[in-house]
């Protein structure tokens, strides 16, 4: 078993930051993908950003791309997303999200992961 807890969520203006952190414990180790997903009221779940655990090889969608980073810390089990250039349809629940996983690419569909965070919101003001 993976617990996820995300934190860092907030309500910023339209171009403002905000870097949201998830804490991992239990089983994650380096044989890992993380991902960032969210999720706005009356719409699915989207995929954000994925990193594999181990390379760091990272994917991006492309509506963050350019403006949001996902990274990793090993010593601490924390996956962390920066987002910059905040746009108010950028606003949703977002959620961490894990799996066990070996291979070079990270998955991007949400099916694809088994362990969740319990989200954290992000509203961006105009």
């Known amino acids: 078993q993976v617990q996820l807890v995300e934190s860092g969520g907030g309500l910023v203006q339209a171009g403002g930051s905000l870097r949201l952190s998830c804490a991992a414990s239990?089983?994650?180790?380096?044989?890992?993908?993380m991902g960032w997903f969210r999720q706005a009221p009356g719409k699915e779940r989207e995929f954000v950003a994925a990193?594999?655990?181990?390379?760091?090889?990272?994917a991006y969608s492309d509506s963050v791309k350019g403006r949001f980073t996902i990274s990793r810390d090993n010593a601490k089990n924390t996956l962390y997303l920066q987002m910059n250039s905040l746009k108010p349809e950028d606003t949703a629940v977002y959620y961490c999200a894990a799996r066990y996983y070996i291979f070079s690419n990270p998955p991007t569909g949400s099916s694809e992961y088994n362990y969740w965070g319990q989200g954290t919101q992000v509203t961006v003001s105009s």
């Open positions: 239990g089983r994650a180790n380096s044989y890992y993908a």
């Open positions: 990193i594999t655990w181990s390379r760091g090889i990272t």
